[in-house]
């Protein structure tokens, strides 16, 4: 069964990212995914402090609750993360997170240790498949959709470090106050259809299956 591992990061609970990532929910339980769901403003992470250890070990000294996270990122198969636009960039909280996976990186780019544990150098998780990802956004800025590019660069880094191939994105600027992307249902839609679209293994996978050309269709309507 896929596991979706969804990261939210906006510290405003019940705000845009978090009813967005709910119609993901809503969309990969309908079809029976595992789903996950951790909120960046509610774990125990600190900043990372350069301190290069993990180019050494692979691991951070860092002893919280960033340790319980690692083995997720790197389990899930589909991987879903949201941030409000901060600054340009995601929030701090999320960026965070995305740091202290520095470790990650320097497994893999320092130390050439495979990330996960299988005969594919470690690019497939356990169902056998390349682990997909999604970015979703949102931006108080009516300015259109460049509002997104530093948010952007970030997480395609970060995906690039995990492994994880980069599916699509669901960019809503123009959407400020809490709850203000309840006026757009057409954008919840589409957040509820990348949830579908998760459930069915990515089109990269072998042995594991195939999208069907339905399953395709939802999975593309999730770009903007
Ligand atoms: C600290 C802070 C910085 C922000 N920076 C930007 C920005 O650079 N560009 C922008 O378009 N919106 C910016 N916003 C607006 C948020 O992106 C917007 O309100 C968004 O809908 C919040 O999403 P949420 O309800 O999921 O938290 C900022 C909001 C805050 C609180």
């Not at 990532?21 to 029976?32: H, I, T, W």
């Not at 600190?46 to 609750?65: L, R």
């Not at 083995?71 to 960026?95: C, E, I, T």
């Not at 839609?189 to 999208?211: D, L, N, W, Y």
Request: charged letters at 20%; hydrophobic letters at 40%.
């Amino acid at each position: 069964m896929i596991r979706l591992l969804a990261i939210s990061g906006s510290p405003r609970r019940g705000g845009n990212t978090d009813l967005l990532l709910e119609q993901v929910f809503n969309g990969a339980r309908s079809k029976g995914a595992v789903v996950n769901k951790l909120i960046a403003s509610e774990l125990k992470i600190a900043s990372c402090n350069g301190c290069n250890s993990c180019m050494k070990t692979g691991n951070c000294v860092i002893k919280d609750e960033m340790q319980d996270v690692y083995p997720l990122l790197l389990d899930a198969d589909y991987l879903v993360v949201a941030s409000p636009v901060y600054f340009s960039g995601v929030s701090a909280q999320l960026k965070s997170l995305i740091d202290r996976c520095q470790a990650i990186w320097a497994r893999k780019y320092i130390l050439k240790i495979p990330l996960r544990g299988n005969s594919h150098a470690g690019k497939l998780t356990n169902l056998g498949i390349r682990p997909k990802g999604f970015f979703i956004s949102v931006a108080g800025s009516h300015s259109g959709s460049k509002v997104f590019s530093g948010a952007l660069s970030t997480i395609k880094a970060f995906f690039h470090t995990l492994e994880v191939d980069y599916a699509g994105d669901l960019l809503c600027y123009g959407i400020d106050g809490a709850g203000a992307i309840t006026r757009h249902p057409d954008l919840l839609e589409q957040a509820f259809k990348i949830g579908m679209s998760a459930c069915v293994p990515p089109c990269t996978a072998g042995a594991a299956g195939r999208h069907s050309q339905t399953d395709q269709e939802d999975c593309i309507s999730g770009r903007r």
